[in-house]
């Protein structure tokens, strides 16, 4: 395997890494070692070679960091401390190469390849939105350990580091500029032209000297040893209230980062690798490396026959300018840069829709995600009508009215009587089987379900649910569509609340009897959130709206009878004119859109007192139980494909957290005897709701589990 390739030019080397049959270039052992040979062996010694850019071969990527394989091959800490030291020893060699090394960075720059690009002399970057530098190695349970912990806090202060490394964010070239992370911005047509032009330059001047970043703050901060004490001390803080002590690879970057500058580099970089070792074989790492492979295994699972083809994609229309509908018509522009057609009954609700969609670019353009000319260009894709003008020549129509039958049956008609006859027409329906949607029309074999999650542009998961008579075609074009959109997709089966509402059900449920029984709101969040859920129960509510959950409830406890029967705490709650956050009264009080403490008021409504010295273990057991077994139920009837879709669907759909890899992992890694056990004695305490569904009790007499 040839991964680089040599051209000379007035002196300059250009080595361009372009590792074969693979979209990017990642740092596999074998990668490292052809390195090596290159570098150490043949250019240092070369005396025609004065100088080195490392440029990449492929069309949108530089280097997108290690190998991730190699991670699962990793038994013990001290094996990954050992591979470890692999990585740092390369990048000091590099840092320490006696001939100037330019890094010529187009598209992702990531993880291992920042580490090895911040060890050269300089950084040329292009302005492409597709150029990203970042460590996002938190991301997987394990800390930047090649170098990143300590070259980046020097680079361009503390204080910027630790935002990156403890997020495991990525910035774009522009904003890494700014920071300091590249040196140049050019564009991409003249990467390779100033990549030499400035190996030529430090070759006349030299090292460049770097001066410490920042202003007064900075020097107060960054740069003062008191002040980083300060530094450290708030984001230990930050980064325990963001995970609630879950993670424990932000909190070791941190000690890292601070051993290093407070002791230097080469106990810095032992610390790394130590911590790395640490890590790697951690419970935590395992399942967040499980969630990495399985959404990138799902960038290429259409759901249907390899080699099923889908349609093109140039414009969409979207029935319904509510909250959802121009959420959807927003995302689009922005994200796959279509043209959006957005109707509604009157234009009054039309005007308000296009302004929420463009809201979502607006947003974009003020975090700097946009430039004035992009925001301009994708704006200009959003209009709206009050009738049907323009939808004849939608690629792709979707519905997204009121979550009732009839109103669906009557807009699915009329869209169907004027879009192309090669249109694919989706609904955003939450609950409603996709088969009695689908029901009256002309070329059902077109109609499918594209079911959205709210807040649509934050949200990264998309279900599509094909009914019995959707073609596969109309599959692969939802899910290549939401996938340009930037969305995950599964592919779920066509059953009441699909997976993620499926399973949502009755933890939702056993919050409203959780407060009939006088279980403080307070009580009830905090349980789940120290469980690792984003929100609690109760401030999801909230978020989904009491009136949107009601319809919901009532829809699965019609499909699944007395299990999923609701509690009566929502009806009481919306007859009282409260819908959660959308009108500011809910379970919780919100004053200009931020959310305040519980409104105790809403108890008197329920018609309960809240009670003291509630048991968080057993409110936790209720909750958490009663979607396991609900998951284990779903499963087995098929909703989902595999278990890997039904966990990424819990992950990214209801933020089931990362760490227990999903509610199937969870259940492999407690044992589906144990789960039965909590589940049978929930069910002689709380009642046969919690009763062990069939398929866990056969797991547990037979030994077998979701996952090898």
Not at 75 to 90: C, F, I, K, N, P
Not at 125 to 151: M, N, S, Y
Not at 198 to 210: D, V
Not at 533 to 538: E, I, T
Request: with cysteine; aromatic share 6%; net charge neutral.
């Amino acid at each position: 395997m040839t991964v680089f390739s040599v051209s000379i030019e007035q002196g300059v080397a250009i080595v361009s890494i372009d590792l074969p049959g693979e979209p990017v270039n990642k740092l596999s052992p074998g990668v490292v070692a052809e390195f090596e040979g290159l570098f150490f062996e043949q250019l240092q010694s070369d005396s025609g070679v004065r100088a080195v850019v490392l440029i990449s071969g492929k069309p949108d990527n530089f280097i997108a960091g290690a190998d991730i394989d190699q991670f699962l091959e990793i038994r013990t800490a001290e094996a990954g401390t050992a591979m470890d030291l692999v990585g740092q020893e390369l990048i000091n060699r590099i840092e320490a190469f006696p001939k100037p090394v330019v890094a010529a960075i187009h598209g992702a720059c990531l993880g291992a390849g920042l580490e090895l690009a911040l060890a050269c002399w300089w950084r040329v970057a292009t302005d492409h939105p597709k150029t990203q530098l970042g460590l996002p190695e938190v991301q997987l349970g394990i800390l930047p350990g090649a170098g990143g912990c300590q070259r980046l806090p020097r680079l361009i202060g503390v204080r910027a580091a630790l935002d990156i490394i403890l997020a495991g964010k990525s910035e774009r070239a522009q904003k890494a500029l700014r920071l300091g992370m590249v040196d140049e911005l050019v564009h991409p047509a003249i990467l390779r032209d100033a990549a030499v032009r400035a190996a030529l330059r430090l070759l006349a001047e030299g090292r460049p000297r770097r001066h410490r970043r920042g202003g007064w703050s900075a020097s107060l901060l960054d740069w003062n040893p008191l002040g980083r004490r300060i530094v450290y001390r708030q984001a230990r803080a930050a980064v325990l209230k963001k995970t609630g002590g879950h993670y424990p690879a932000p909190l070791a970057a941190l000690k890292a980062v601070q051993t290093g500058m407070e002791h230097g580099m080469e106990a810095g970089l032992r610390l790394e690798r130590d911590e790395f070792g640490r890590l790697a074989v951690s419970a935590v790492a395992r399942q967040l490396i499980n969630v990495f492979f399985a959404t990138t295994a799902l960038k290429k699972d259409d759901g249907v026959p390899v080699g099923t083809p889908a349609k093109k994609v140039l414009r969409i229309g979207v029935v319904g300018s509510g909250f959802m509908g121009a959420g959807i018509a927003g995302t689009a522009a922005v994200q796959a840069e279509v043209e959006v057609r957005l109707k509604d009954t009157e234009l009054a609700r039309v005007g308000k829709g296009l302004q929420m969609a463009r809201a979502i670019l607006d947003g974009r353009l003020k975090r700097r995600r946009l430039t004035r000319h992009q925001h301009e260009r994708l704006a200009a894709l959003l209009t709206g009508t009050g009738n049907w003008t323009g939808f004849g020549r939608a690629d792709l129509v979707i519905e997204a009215v009121f979550e009732d039958l009839e109103v669906k049956h009557q807009v699915i008609a009329e869209i169907e009587a004027v879009v192309p006859a090669e249109a694919v027409i989706a609904s955003n329906t939450s609950t409603i089987p996709i088969a009695r949607i689908g029901e009256g029309m002309r070329h059902p074999e077109r109609f499918l379900g594209m079911h959205y999650f709210s807040p649509v542009d934050r949200m990264p998961l998309l279900e599509v649910i094909p009914a019995g008579f959707t073609d596969p075609t109309a599959v692969a074009t939802a899910v290549q569509f939401g996938r340009r959109m930037g969305k995950t997709v599964i592919v779920v089966a066509d059953r009441p609340g699909f997976w993620v509402n499926r399973i949502l059900s009755p933890y939702l449920n056993e919050a409203g009897l959780l407060l009939e029984e006088g279980v403080p709101i307070e009580v009830i969040d905090r349980a789940m959130t120290d469980f690792g859920f984003p929100v609690g129960p109760a401030t999801l509510l909230d978020e989904v709206g009491f009136d949107v959950a009601t319809k919901g409830g009532g829809v699965m406890h019609q499909a699944f009878g007395d299990r999923l029967r609701p509690s009566g705490v929502l009806q009481k709650l919306v007859a009282d004119g409260r819908l959660g956050r959308k009108n500011g009264r809910g379970f919780y009080r919100y004053e200009g859109g931020k959310k305040g403490g519980v409104d105790e008021s809403a108890y008197a409504i329920i018609g309960i007192k809240p009670l003291a010295g509630t048991d968080e273990l057993m409110v936790r057991n209720r909750l958490a139980y009663a979607m396991l077994n609900e998951a284990a139920l779903a499963m087995s009837e098929a909703v989902v494909r595999s278990p890997r879709d039904g966990d990424i669907g819990a992950i990214f759909g209801i933020g089931f957290p990362p760490f227990r890899g999903g509610p199937l992992r969870m259940i492999d890694a407690e044992k589906p005897a144990q789960v039965a056990k909590v589940l049978e004695d929930l069910a002689l305490a709380c009642g046969d709701r919690f009763a062990p569904c069939e398929a866990l009790v056969a797991m547990a007499r037979d030994g077998i589990r979701y996952y090898p």
